[in-house]
């Protein structure tokens, strides 16, 4: 291999082939002089880096390799990522192999082996992570990307072995999703150890922990998925548990609400908060989480207390306001929908949503890449070439389940009786920008009804002739199966598939899913799943400079049109208004069998009442989930944020000392802890208590992780307290932000000798991290880097008139010509993979703009 990037990808396209998907030699003191590696560029256990590079020099087991940027990098054959393959090609030629090995045949492999060569040629079908990177090259690599496993038995005994085979998914590589419903409520009796239990919620921090550990552990991150029934007796405390740091910090959550839940909000109803009864003699053998089977069995529920159903849902509501958590799947809905309705209840979801599963269900996911079916000739939709491609795709998902390795026989028995596959999509938002069409518009709605219509019809229809030759799936009955919501509705617009159905049975229950895509989309280089551009425009820094660079598909039209302005069918998540996604969402969700991983994006500025509305929107529309996140979502116990207000300055927040006094309490009892007199004096001065009441000011600044709102209060005429608010409760970096905080407040009240401020602006101001915001005067570096200029201005160090000029003009207006309503800066985390403050929440899941790590991928 010589040192042109790999064939059909170049830069982050190439790195995320040759480290996720591409086969990899083991053996890396194989690695020779010529050969194409990743390199371990930052040796760093949380945050490791890795670049593409050609192996220029080797002796013994030192090498020098080249990368890609020209940069020469000694290290050593340890830390050297060898692949096999080295091009897309060589990795389709594989999985093509694999998944044709499965047929009856060796005259029916070589068709489907060639058929399948075709599908996956320039990236038409792109397959699931786990499919690239297993099939045809372990028999040990799941080719399932998540999983559904039973609610936990309710005891010790159950909880533990529901860990276990969490653990043993995770470390496979898999995501899981659980529903908690099934353990007793808090407080309760536990009779065998003459106590009381800790309730669902505090179970769920277990599993979110060691999540966490496994995320820290292994090379494939953990992702989990937490889930609880409207009627728990524990739902109030899961649907806020985020609000308190620390209790569950890796898990995605979700409520499962119920229709009568909906019309009891509704309505303005009571709603009862119930369990079964613990005594009954057959509890331990019966109860499984399901409370409808439970009461079907003529067995009592307890009841725990009777609560206002507005009440709840506005508790939901303003929790996902506040930190985008949690989300909300209509459960009973959803299993009304669901073809499985009559023999395999959906119990939860997997970790980013877009799949509702049974007990021992999988997710067997790839996507349909829909920017190569634009027919620029007659300017609209490749039909003839999609119906094939759908055509075969559902031939090769459903060879997967032949193909794959099964580590639990309960996960082998489910889904062979029911044969489960997902097919999804990508480049949607290129397509739609290429046909001239804009998201989220009324043409757009009837576009996407005709466009996931006309491929769930070509999927269904694909699956009964798969029947017809290798038969149903063994749970199949015709009548029961085509009484489904989603059946009703497929047959009364096309009723060829119902005659399908009945004449030749049906192969897979369900076929179609949407699911995220940051991973393989970012890999090559389109929209990631249903969603927009995130933005078209947004700025490098490197070692040549800080440059505006473009998605392609805008670049190519800027090229073509110089000097002009993007035209309005190039919208970006943040152009459009929430509603416009739900309404999206909606649309496409008609032709999903499976459900759909989405984000409504909402500005800053977005109310409770308008969350309210969307998430109403989303029921009425028949959305099986809604997720939303509004841009800067970030924790207000802290800090207190005025509801009433609409406008994202009058919603900054208030000097706490003056609006929340038990915030400042726990601030000042941790930071006087310990604290003795002969230790105060050993610094030199008296430690200065803090009064009930400080005066200060709260200065907001754009910086790489987001917009920060500091506040800095004054003891004796000097400051004394710093308070910073960055980022969502539960992220790390809102922990990082308060630790910060409390440091520099410990630092600001021992003595009152005048120089302190300086001497802390001065060992703060200018570090920076991996990237920046703005130019000039208005460059942030970091969030210490603000905190120093907000001292500054504070205390006078440079004129507050020219300070408020620099805050009215914001990095982010500084760096965007004129016009430009794109927003390149939004709230983010740090990236677990690659350290960057890259991490976005996209298609319902943490996604690095950086470097492509996914969350749910």
């Known amino acids: 291999m010589n040192s042109t990037e790999t064939k059909g990808l170049t830069g982050l396209s190439e790195k995320i082939f040759l480290d996720r998907y591409a086969w990899k030699n083991a053996d890396t003191s194989a690695a020779k002089v010529g050969d194409v590696v990743l390199v371990l560029t930052k040796d760093d256990p949380k945050f490791p880096a890795k670049d593409v590079g050609e192996v220029v020099k080797r002796e013994g087991n030192n090498v020098t390799v080249k990368l890609r940027n020209g940069d020469l990098v000694e290290s050593t054959v340890e830390k050297l990522t060898l692949t096999i393959e080295k091009t897309p090609e060589q990795m389709w030629d594989r999985l093509a192999g694999a998944m044709a090995s499965v047929e009856t045949s060796p005259e029916k492999q070589k068709e489907w082996a060639d058929k399948f060569r075709w599908l996956l040629d320039d990236w038409k079908l792109v397959p699931g992570g786990r499919i690239a990177a297993g099939a045809g090259a372990s028999d040990e690599l799941t080719l399932f990307n998540c999983y559904v496993i039973p609610s936990p038995h309710d005891s010790r005994g159950g909880i533990m072995e529901t860990l276990s085979e969490m653990t043993e998914i995770m470390s496979r590589g898999g995501g899981v999703g659980i529903n908690l419903s099934s353990l007793r409520p808090r407080r309760s009796v536990v009779k065998g150890v003459n106590g009381s239990s800790s309730g669902a919620v505090s179970w769920g921090g277990l599993f979110s922990y060691t999540t966490g550990l496994i995320e820290q552990g292994g090379s494939r991150r953990g992702a989990l998925m937490l889930m609880i029934n409207d009627w728990h007796p524990d739902l109030l405390d899961f649907i806020t548990v985020k609000q308190t740091m620390g209790q569950v910090t890796n898990a995605n959550l979700s409520v499962c609400v119920s229709n009568a839940f909906m019309k009891a909000v509704k309505e303005d109803l009571d709603w009862d908060l119930v369990f079964p009864d613990k005594n009954d003699p057959e509890y331990n053998e019966l109860w499984d989480g399901d409370l409808d089977k439970w009461k079907k069995h003529g067995k009592a529920v307890e009841h725990y207390r009777t609560v206002r159903a507005r009440d709840v849902w506005h508790t939901i509501i303003e929790s996902a306001w506040k930190s985008a958590e949690p989300g909300v799947v209509f459960m009973e809905y959803y299993n009304q929908m669901s073809n499985s309705w009559y023999f395999n209840p959906i119990i939860c979801t997997n970790p980013c949503g877009e799949q509702g599963l049974p007990a021992w269900g999988v997710c067997n996911l790839s996507a349909i890449n829909l920017s190569k079916f634009y027919d620029a000739e007659n300017h609209d939709v490749a039909w003839d070439e999609l119906s094939k491609v759908v055509r075969y795709s559902t031939r090769f998902l459903d060879n997967v389940i032949d193909k794959t390795p099964y580590h639990f026989p309960e996960n082998e028995r489910n889904q062979k009786n029911e044969r489960r596959v997902g097919l999804g999509t990508m480049g949607l938002a290129e397509l739609m920008i290429r046909l001239e069409i804009r998201y989220g518009s009324v043409e757009s709605l009837d576009f996407l009804d005709k466009l996931y219509g006309f491929m769930a019809r070509e999927a269904y229809l694909a699956s009964t002739e798969i029947a017809a030759e290798k038969g149903s799936f063994p749970a199949f009955e015709a009548d029961l199966f085509l009484q489904s919501g989603f059946m009703k509705n497929m047959v009364e617009v096309y009723p060829e598939v119902g005659d399908a159905v009945r004449n030749r049975g049906m192969r897979n229950v369900t076929v179609i899913t949407q699911a995220p895509t940051g991973s393989t989309g970012t890999m090559v ?189 004054d003891i004796d005429g000097t400051p004394g307290e710093i308070f910073l608010n960055v980022g969502k409760a539960g992220s790390d970096v809102f922990a990082m932000a308060e630790a910060l905080g409390r440091v520099c407040s410990l630092f600001l009240r021992y003595g009152d000798h005048g120089d302190k401020v300086q001497l802390l602006v001065k060992h703060l101001k200018g570090i920076g991290g991996s990237g920046a915001v703005g130019f000039g005067p208005n460059r942030v570096e970091s969030i210490a880097d603000a905190v120093a200029k907000a001292l500054e201005t504070h205390a006078g160090f440079i004129d507050v008139e020219h300070a408020a000029a620099l805050e009215a003009s914001s990095s982010v207006s500084a760096a965007i010509p004129a016009g430009h309503n794109h927003k390149p800066y939004q709230s983010k985390d740090l990236c677990p993979s690659c350290g960057s403050a890259s991490l976005l929440n996209v298609e319902g899941c943490k996604t690095c703009a950086n470097c492509g790590y996914s969350k749910c991928s």
């Open 525 to 713: 280089g389109t929209s990631t799943g249903i969603e927009p551009y995130f933005a078209f425009e947004y700025f490098r820094q490197s070692r040549l400079g800080f440059d505006k660079q473009y998605v392609p598909i805008a670049q190519e039209w800027k090229d073509a049109h110089p000097g002009e302005e993007l035209p309005e069918w190039f919208a970006t998540a943040m152009d459009l208004k929430a509603m416009d996604h739900i309404r999206v969402q909606g649309a496409i969700q008609r032709w999903v069998d499976s459900s759909i991983s989405k984000t409504a994006n909402a500005p800053h500025d977005f109310t409770v009442e308008e969350t309210k509305e969307l998430y109403e929107k989303a029921f009425e529309l028949g959305c099986k989930g809604v997720t939303i996140y509004r841009d800067g979502s970030r924790d207000v116990q802290v800090l207190s944020t005025s509801k009433d207000e609409k406008k994202e300055e009058a919603a900054a927040p208030a000097a706490p000392a003056a609006s929340d006094d038990k915030a400042v309490s726990e601030l000042d009892a941790t930071l006087n802890a310990g604290v003795t007199p002969a230790q105060a004096q050993s610094f030199g001065k008296q430690y200065k208590s803090r009064p009930k009441v400080l005066r200060g000011a709260t200065y907001k600044y754009n910086t790489p992780f987001g917009m920060a709102y500091i506040t800095v209060n």
